[in-house]
């Protein structure tokens, strides 16, 4: 029914009691009652209908129940922790209570907008790893996203401008090398002499090494002449060959794309 294709937001927040005072401990009671209503709110007529329920107030280790069960109904649940803490929390409750489900998350930058320095390259790739399997539809059945209040404040690029940001290369087919290369430096990789973090590339004649955001690892490309003759998966440390590819999806590392347009 629609429940099955609801979209399910369980937003946390602490130190609110129920008659509006902040910095007061919820009592066991206020504790059941929180646990009766959230059960109530996915059960409510309404969340049926309009196919999204909006659950905050849940107690900490009750919340991540609750996420389970929707995932177990097929639902897509977005959390939105208070903090990185709080995240990681509960990363650790889903892997217990559903370890087969898909749980992806969403981190804030580790600095502030404006700053002068740059956001963690590995965070930008996690960042940008998720916003292009989300506007791709690449995530399979449903899944839990986790972030958290400082992520889901900050301005992300259109679904559309991610969808159309991409390189696809395909073994045995022709490939632009100069394409890929400006590529690469319009969507935010540095050239180093090895890669070891996501968001490098390296250029050794006709070889290609990427590490692309996601968790997966760096991928090689081996051109022979303009023709993609190899592609794989390898690990950074001993450089062996750890999955043999056929196609290779590369998606920007910055959230800052250098097209025409900007």
Known sequence: GARSRGFFLLQISRGVARNGRRGSAPSPVDIRAEADT???????PASVTSGRITLSGAPEGFDAKLLARELGRGATVVHVARDDKRLEAMRAALAFLAP????????????????R?????DISARRMATLAALAKGALPGPFVLLTTLSAAAQKVPAAEVLREASFVAEVGHRIDEEGLRAFLVRMGFVQAPTVTEPGDYAIRGGIFDIYPPGQEGPVRLDLFGD???GARRFDVASQRTTETLKRVELAPVSEVILDEAA
């Open 38 to 44: 959230s059960a109530q709110a996915m059960t409510a």
């Open 100 to 115: 087969n489900a898909v749980v992806v998350d969403f981190p804030a930058w580790d600095c502030l907008p404006f700053d």
């Open 117 to 121: 320095v740059s956001p963690n390259p």
């Open 227 to 229: 023709v993609l003759d």
